[in-house]
Structure formats: C-alpha cells, structure tokens
C-alpha cells in the first residue's frame, strides 16, 4: 500500500459511492459494501450514499443504505444520479469500474454521470487490460481525464496504466482489496460444521467456468490422495450464470464425470450455489490451503485470494497478476498454468510438513493484517483528500471577467476537414472525422446555409462546396415518402426511408435560405425547384420546433418571392399554431412555449417573431418579445455571461433550467433570435444579448475557457462541468461559424485587432 495510513487526512463530510451493492450477487456488489462499512467505521460523521447499479428486468430490494438505484441502459437514470449526486454537497465521487457493470459500448454510459458531477472523482479499477479493444480503450482513458486519482489494487495495474494509458504516478494509487480483521484459529469449529473433521481441505471458491481451471486440480487429486487419503477438495460456487444460459449445467457435470473418471469422486466435493460473504469466510477458514488453478493470467485482483491470507491460509495457485504479486514462499507456491503434476507436488510437499505449513499460515494471516479494512478506509480518505484539495475549477468561478468580444471572421477550414465529396460528416474524434458515423441532412442543409451566409475572399469556396451539400440533400429527398432521409453510413447506404420530423423542418429551412440568399441564379433555381416540391408536405407536421424551422424557410422565401402564397399560408398557419401552445402553457415565471426546455430554443420565439411581423399582429409580436426575453434571462449566469440551457434540462416540467451540458447550437440559434429581435424593434437590448451568445464562444463562459478553435474556425462539441468536451463534430463548427457570420454581418463587418490578438492569447493559454 502506497498511502499514508496516518490519520492526518480529514473525511470528507459525504462520499458519493457508485457500484453494485447486495442483494446483488457479485464480486463488486460485496466489495462495494465492504468499502462503504469500513468508511463508516472509520470515520461516522461520514455519509456514505451508495448509487447501485441494476440490470434491465431485476428489481432488488436494496437497503437504506441505497440512496438511488440507476438503469443500466438508461442514459437518462445516469443523468438523474448526477443531480441527485450534485444536490446531496457530495465532496467525492468513488467509483467501482469493472467492464459490464455500466451500459453502453465498454461501459461508456457511466461517462454520461462522471461528466455531469461537481465532485472531484476518485475510480477504484477493478480490471485493468494489457490489450483493451477499442471501446474499452476509450472509456478507460475517458476515466483517466476525468479522474482527480485513480485505485488499482495491485503493482500491475500501476505499470499497466503507465505504459498502456501514459497516467502519471501521482494520480494512481496502490490499494490492495480490503480483507476482514479476523483472529488465527485452527478452523476445527468450521470444520466440524460442514462435517469436515478429519481432512485435509483444500478449496477453490468462485462462478464456476472453463477458465478456473479447475480440471487441472481434479487431474491432480489422484496423486494427491495417494499421498494423504484424508484430503478432501472442496469447489465452491455456482456455476456461471451466462455459461448456464448456454448450456445448462454440462460444464459442471463434465467436472464431476472427470473425477470419478479418475477415481477421485469421492475427495472432491461440489458445493453448487451463490455463497454468502459470512458463510463463505466460514469455508475459508476451514480450509488448510487455498487453490487457485486459474488459465487467464490477467487477472488484477482477487477478493477470496486476499481474504484466503488473510485469515492464514497457505496458496497453492497459477501466477496470474494478483497472486504473482501477493503470494511469496513464504506463504505458498506458484505453479504453471495447466500443471496438475505441478499442482500435486506443491500440495504434497506443504502436507507433508505440518510445522512449515503452520509457518505458512501465521505468515500469510500477518500480511494480511496490512490489508484491513480499516486500514483501506484510511488509505481511501487519504486518496480523496487529495483530490479534494485538487478539485478542477467548476462553474461559477471563470477565469475570464471579460464579457463580450468583437466578432471574428468567419473561417471555412473547419468545415472544409470534415467535408468530403458526398457531404459533412457528422462527428469527429478530436479533429479527425469519424467515418463510424456517418453523414446526416441535420449537418448538410447547415452546412448549406453557411454557404451563403460566407462573403469576401472565401465565396468562391464557400459555393463549391453549396454544391456538395445541396447534392446530399436532394439526393436526401425521398418523394414517394414525403419525407428527407437522415443518416447515410460512411460507405453511402441510406440507415432509414424517411428522417424525423426535424430533419424536414430543418431541410425545408436550409432550401428556404438558399432560394433567399445563395450567390449563384442556378443554385436559387435549384433550391426553389425542390422548395416547391417539398413544402406541400409540410402540413403534416406537428413538433412544435419543426413549425419554427418550417417558418424559418417560409419567411426566407418570402423575402425572395412576396407573391409566394403557398409560403405565405404555412407562415401564418404555423405562427398561429406556435402562438396559441405558448399561450396555453405559459404561467406565471413561466414564459414559454412548452413546460419543458428543450433545444435550439430560441428558434421558438424568433419563428413566432417572424410569422408576427408578416401577419402585422401586435399580440403575436409582443408574446415573441416575452418569451424571448425571458429565455435572455435564464440563460444569463450571475456574472452576466450566456448560459445556455443545459441538455440535463430536457424533460424537467416547469423547473429552472440545468448547466450541462453546454452546447454550441443554443448560441448560434440566441445570437440569430436575438439580432433578428434588434432588427425589429430597434432595442439595445437584444444585441447586447446576441453579443453574450457570441463572447460564449470564445471564453466568456462559466469556465472562461474558449469552445471555438481560432486556428482554423473550429469549435468543440461542448462545455461540461469542468471542461470542453474535445471532439469538434459538425454541428458545433457550424454553429459557431453561423455566429460569426451574423456578428459580423452585424458589425459591418468591423473587426476589432485589439480583440482578436487578446481571444488570441487567451486560446493559446487554455489549449
């Protein structure tokens, strides 16, 4: 153990602990428990909340001590633990991570919690891989950000997380699994109670399957009992519940068919069952040696291995990295893997000579006294002390006091790397475009947009590259549905016939603009040509936001064509539609279209502000105006920056809105509102709002941390409690592009040097 175990270190007032807990039946389930009893001995003024982890179909009725349960596959239960965690003044968060316990590729859904909480995180790794997938790759090293500390419980998982992941030393530390303070005894009272007496017992304890190599030790038996006919092996556990899944019981019937095939049924005893911790010590301490024949040696940790020594019990095992680690000569033998001559001359040997194998136990029960629960506790509240006096900077204390910013100009190479010759691909790692995903119209009728929307020296580019995406979105339009596809895989196969209601909304928009705005006749023939084609379909639609989108691209045409009827009846359709649910839900301290908040919200009031102003209805107009200003105000922190509404906000019925995660497409679509809201009524007001929107880009933010990448016009995916997120996807570099677009447009296009040399400076200070 690597930690102090002084006292020195205070406990944290709450500890936040997230893992299995009994009645589950697993391995993590009881380490789990044990940790959050040995904290709460320790130390009593200590509140320990458990956040236990449930399969899909199982109900367990956990004790008080539970404070939530979370749904493995259920993005939004990890979301409502991170709240719940959040509210309760946590100080740390622990986390037990094994793969499988948490839902998603790799367990990746435990991320959706860890990115949400305010607490600095501590994980106990229970597993740590030489050779990680790729899924496993990128959420061990999504911990490795995310973690202030890292556990591991033996050496190995050290120079792995080294030489595998480049963590540092000081953010891992070595803390064996905890064991149970428990006296020396002789283990005849146990004995006697599971009509052991007179033998020799050697046990293996564990869910039965091919990889605890336990034909080895029946293969053994033979020479063994020839040795000492009172010897006895005991194989304790239930067999594998997936193994039983697939094949019932033959696993365990081909072990017992291999004992009596060698004439040893008679000394190996199966003891089928889910073992109590309490009776399952019981079985420890009435054995005289403790066998682990496992095959896989990238084994990290053992909890029946620790407890084995702990309570005196010499080892006879294969070396996999737990017990090449624990077990010396002093307290057992190391024995090849498949060895059952191996295992016999080990285990002869040791019972051969009573006086070195009482040598062994008091050895091993010494080194176990170092392993107490206790003494973890201590090592634990050490680890997280110094991750509390660590703690990354959390919102509500930016570095950057600075509220606005000039406008920067718009920069196409962002765009240009995720583009190909099919169109915008949806995500990226990083800055690397993740062909995994695909394209979807979403990010190509933007992309499109921008296009027009690009002036200057970059024109000529940007209407190269209008071509690609108003290729992908007619190639998107699927007439006999009525509908726009959405996702195309990389390899260019449409996932779907028809997209949802928003991609329809928002291709209709994007045409709508282009026969507005784009530079070139034929690309406005184009654009009016599908317009035309699709609008008629449009009364379909219901989602609220899908409306607004639909008059967004009605009133851009109507800009182009004031004779457009059919355009002119869905705008005034829609607007109404829009007005009359705003009126019906708002309430007092309630100014809003829905008793939800959603995404691109502003989108709501702008479309309603447009449908007004062509329909001349004052009524309309001034609700618009309230509804937007009361978005203004709540998304508006303490120190007067934009606060966009958080995507935790999604599904909360009439309550203030949540911070995480932050996501550039709110920005864009406040800037857009709030311009087109000084544009109609002159007001200060709603520029200086456009201008917070905009300054949130690039640092005036609850981290004073820039989301846009000023090199090349690029923008990170989003802010989270206590960072970027890091991947630049294609929604967030056009949201942001869009944004300096309409400042600059605004501006008149003057640009401050003054500015850009100091967002410069704060860019390349930040990362």
């Given at each position: 153990m690597d930690v102090s175990v002084g006292k020195a270190s205070p406990p944290p007032r709450r500890i936040a602990l997230v893992g299995n807990h009994p009645p589950r039946l697993c391995g993590i389930a009881?380490?789990?428990?044990?940790?959050?009893?040995?904290?709460?001995?320790?130390?009593?003024?200590?509140?320990?909340?458990?956040?236990?982890?449930?399969?899909?179909?199982?109900?367990?009725?956990?004790?008080?001590?539970?404070?939530?349960?979370?749904?493995?596959?259920?993005?939004?239960?990890?979301?409502?633990?991170?709240?719940?965690?959040?509210?309760s003044g946590a100080d740390i968060v622990c986390v037990q991570h094994e793969y499988g316990i948490y839902?998603?590729?790799?367990?990746?859904?435990?991320?959706?919690?860890?990115?949400?909480?305010?607490?600095?995180?501590?994980?106990?790794?229970?597993?740590?891989?030489?050779?990680?997938?790729?899924?496993?790759?990128?959420?061990?090293e999504a911990l490795v950000r995310r973690a202030a500390r890292l556990i591991v419980m033996a050496e190995k998982g050290r120079d792995i997380l080294r030489r595998v992941h480049g963590v540092a030393d000081n953010r891992i530390a070595v803390i064996p699994h905890g064991v149970p303070d428990r006296p020396l005894t002789d283990g005849l009272a146990e004995k006697r109670a599971f009509d052991l007496?007179?033998?020799?017992?050697?046990?293996?304890?564990?869910?039965?399957?091919?990889n605890k190599g336990l034909e080895t030790m029946i293969r053994a038996m033979p020479r063994i009992v020839a040795a000492h006919p009172d010897s006895l092996y005991v194989v304790l556990g239930a067999t594998h519940p997936h193994l039983v899944l697939r094949e019932g019981e033959r696993y365990r019937e081909s072990l017992q068919a291999l004992a009596a095939e060698l004439g040893v049924a008679d000394h190996i005893r199966f003891v089928d069952g889910f073992v109590p911790h309490e009776l399952l010590m019981e079985y420890l301490t009435a054995a005289d040696i403790y066998v682990t024949p496992y095959v896989n040696e990238a084994q990290i940790t053992s909890g029946t291995l620790s407890y084995a020594v702990a309570l005196g019990k010499p080892v006879v095992s294969t070396p996999y990295w737990h017990a090449a680690e624990l077990v010396s000569d002093a307290i057992g033998r190391l024995v090849r893997v498949g060895d059952a001559d191996g295992f016999a001359e080990a285990i002869v040997g040791m019972l051969d000579d009573p006086a070195r194998l009482d040598e062994m136990r008091r050895a091993a029960w010494l080194l176990g006294r170092g392993m107490t629960w206790?003494?973890?506790?201590?090592?634990?509240?050490?680890?997280?002390?110094?991750?509390?006096?660590?703690?990354?900077?959390?919102?509500?204390?930016?570095?950057?006091?600075?509220?606005?910013?000039?406008?920067?100009?718009?920069?196409?190479?962002?765009?240009?790397?995720?583009?190909?010759?099919?169109?915008?691909?949806?995500?990226?790692?990083?800055?690397?475009?993740?062909?995994?995903?695909?394209?979807?119209?979403?990010?190509?009728?933007?992309?499109?947009?921008?296009?027009?929307?690009?002036?200057?020296?970059?024109?000529?580019?940007?209407?190269?590259?209008a071509t690609i995406y108003a290729s992908f979105m007619q190639h998107a339009w699927n007439g006999d549905r009525g509908r726009f596809r959405n996702f195309m895989s990389y390899d260019r196969r449409w996932l779907e016939e028809a997209g949802s209601e928003d991609s329809f909304g928002r291709s209709l928009w994007?045409?709508?603009?282009?026969?507005?705005?784009?530079?070139?006749?034929?690309?406005?023939?184009?654009?009016?040509?599908?317009?035309?084609?699709?609008?008629?379909?449009?009364?379909?639609?219901?989602?609220?936001?899908?409306?607004?989108?639909?008059?967004?691209?009605?009133?851009?045409?109507?800009?182009?064509?004031?004779?457009?009827?059919?355009?002119?009846?869905?705008?005034?359709?829609?607007?109404?539609?829009?007005?009359?649910?705003?009126?019906?839900?708002?309430?007092?301290?309630?100014?809003?279209?829905?008793?939800?908040?959603?995404?691109?919200?502003?989108?709501?009031?702008?479309?309603?502000?447009?449908?007004?102003?062509r329909l001349g209805d004052a009524d309309m107009e001034a609700d618009a105006l309230a509804a937007l200003g009361w978005l203004d105000t709540i998304q508006t922190n303490a120190d007067g920056q934009f606060r966009p509404v958080g995507t935790d906000s999604f599904g909360r019925h009439f309550m203030p809105p949540l911070p995480f995660d932050q996501q550039p497409v709110e920005a864009w679509a406040t800037i857009e509102a709030m311009l087109?809201?000084?544009?109609?009524?002159?007001?200060?007001?709603?520029?200086?709002?456009?201008?917070?929107?905009?300054?949130?880009?690039?640092?005036?933010?609850?981290?004073?941390?820039?989301?846009?990448?000023?090199?090349?016009?690029?923008?990170?995916?989003?802010?989270?409690?206590?960072?970027?997120?890091?991947?630049?996807?294609a929604e967030s570099i056009l949201a942001y592009q869009f944004g300096c677009c309409a400042m600059a447009r605004a501006a008149g296009n003057a640009l401050s040097t003054e500015t850009v040399d100091r967002v410069e400076s704060v860019d390349a200070a930040t990362g």
């Open positions: 009881t380490f789990t428990a044990d940790v959050r009893a040995a904290l709460t001995n320790a130390y009593p003024d200590t509140a320990v909340d458990v956040y236990a982890m449930e399969d899909p179909g199982v109900d367990h009725a956990y004790p008080p001590e539970v404070t939530m349960t979370i749904a493995r596959d259920d993005i939004d239960s990890y979301r409502e633990a991170a709240r719940r965690i959040n509210e839902g998603g590729p790799a367990g990746a859904h435990l991320l959706r919690l860890l990115d949400r909480v305010e607490a600095p995180v501590v994980v106990t790794l229970h597993t740590v891989l030489e050779s990680p997938n790729a899924d496993q790759r990128a959420v061990i007496d007179g033998r020799k017992v050697l046990l293996t304890f564990g869910l039965l399957s091919p206790s003494r973890l506790a201590i090592a634990y509240v050490a680890v997280f002390a110094a991750a509390i006096t660590q703690r990354p900077r959390r919102f509500g204390r930016p570095q950057m006091r600075v509220h606005t910013f000039a406008p920067l100009p718009p920069r196409l190479d962002a765009v240009e790397r995720m583009t190909d010759s099919c169109g915008i691909a949806q995500h990226a790692i990083f800055t690397v475009p993740d062909r995994d995903h695909g394209y979807c119209v979403d990010d190509n009728c933007r992309a499109l947009m921008l296009m027009h929307r690009i002036t200057g020296e970059e024109a000529a580019r940007a209407d190269q590259l994007a045409i709508g603009v282009t026969v507005a705005e784009a530079r070139r006749r034929e690309m406005r023939a184009w654009a009016l040509h599908l317009f035309n084609q699709v609008l008629p379909h449009a009364q379909e639609l219901r989602s609220l936001r899908t409306l607004a989108f639909a008059v967004l691209g009605c009133d851009a045409v109507l800009e182009a064509h004031p004779g457009h009827d059919l355009a002119r009846t869905f705008v005034a359709d829609f607007g109404r539609r829009i007005h009359a649910q705003f009126r019906a839900v708002r309430r007092e301290g309630w100014q809003w279209f829905e008793p939800v908040l959603g995404y691109d919200n502003a989108r709501l009031p702008e479309a309603m502000l447009r449908a007004a102003r087109h809201a000084h544009g109609a009524t002159g007001a200060a007001r709603w520029r200086e709002a456009a201008q917070r929107a905009y300054s949130w880009f690039l640092g005036a933010n609850d981290l004073g941390t820039p989301i846009a990448s000023l090199a090349d016009g690029g923008c990170h995916d989003g802010l989270m409690s206590d960072r970027t997120n890091l991947n630049q996807g």
